[in-house]
């Protein structure tokens, strides 16, 4: 299976616009979904598809994919927004799933 | 309102079996896909199992393979997972979650398909220590 890739740790300071991104094979043939994860919580769905966001979620979160690549960008931070945000693709298989290691977001 | 509610978790020794169910409500049950995600104590999410709507193909993590075993009963809006032969990094907090995905289709370029797991339980934890 393959790996997905992410950076551990990213700051921004409030209102400012931050970009966390996601690399791995996989994702040359599927695009990938973002997950935020509060202390305590479990995961929640912020961006899929073609930049899509489900009910609920704030349009200040936007994603795109590129090759390898894919991004998660929070225009506009605010302090709600700190937390852990996890990538996660079906792998080139198509059968498995795989997430990246997670990305923790602090608000200054 | 769309809701998953994960159950079974506990405390078991190394070698020991539980059994997790996931019980659906809010939507159709056998429309979907089902996937079972694990995160271990201040560690990332880890993708465990997945199920196809009618149950026909099953696909598991390599670490779990032969020793778990996912399932659901479609009449019940069920999903379940049978822990058997656990280890210690088997402990962590187990989410049930809604699989789906779809399909862009553009002329002139290869189709993109991308998967997303939009609908989370709120987890049960799983322990193996002796």
């Known amino acids: 299976s393959s790996e997905l890739t992410q950076d551990r740790s990213v700051s921004v300071a409030l209102g400012q616009t931050v970009r966390i991104t996601c690399q791995g094979d996989?994702?040359?043939?599927?695009?990938a979904s973002w997950y935020q994860q509060k202390p305590g919580q479990a995961p929640v769905l912020v961006v899929y598809?073609?930049?899509k966001r489900p009910s609920g979620i704030p349009d200040r979160f936007s994603g795109s994919n590129s090759g390898n690549t894919g991004s998660l960008t929070i225009t506009g931070a605010q302090a709600d927004d700190e937390a852990d945000y996890f990538c996660?693709?079906?792998?080139?298989?198509?059968?498995?799933?795989?997430f990246g290691g997670g990305t923790k977001l602090t608000v200054l | 309102e769309v809701q998953l509610v994960e159950s079974g978790g506990g405390s078991v020794q190394p070698g020991g079996s539980l059994r997790l169910a996931c019980t659906t409500s809010?939507?159709?049950?056998?429309?979907?896909?089902m996937s079972w995600v694990r995160q271990a104590p201040g560690k990332g999410l880890e993708w465990v199992a997945h199920?196809?709507?009618?149950?026909?193909?099953?696909y598991y993590v390599d670490s779990v393979r032969g020793r778990f075993t996912i399932s659901r009963d479609n009449a019940k809006n069920s999903l379940y997972l049978q822990l058997n032969s656990l280890r210690a990094e088997d402990s962590g907090i187990y989410y049930c979650?809604?699989?789906?995905?779809?399909?862009?289709?553009?002329?002139?370029?290869?189709?993109?398909?991308?998967?997303?797991?939009?609908?989370w339980g709120k987890g049960t934890t799983v322990t193996v220590s002796s």
């Open positions: 598809g073609v930049n």
């Open positions: 996989s994702l040359t043939n599927y695009y």
């Open positions: 979650a809604r699989d789906t995905g779809d399909i862009v289709t553009k002329p002139g370029v290869p189709d993109i398909f991308y998967y997303y797991m939009d609908v």
């Open positions: 199920i196809k709507q009618d149950g026909s193909e099953r």
């Open positions: 809010g939507f159709i049950h056998s429309d979907f896909s």
């Open positions: 996660g693709s079906r792998d080139k298989s198509g059968k498995h799933w795989v």
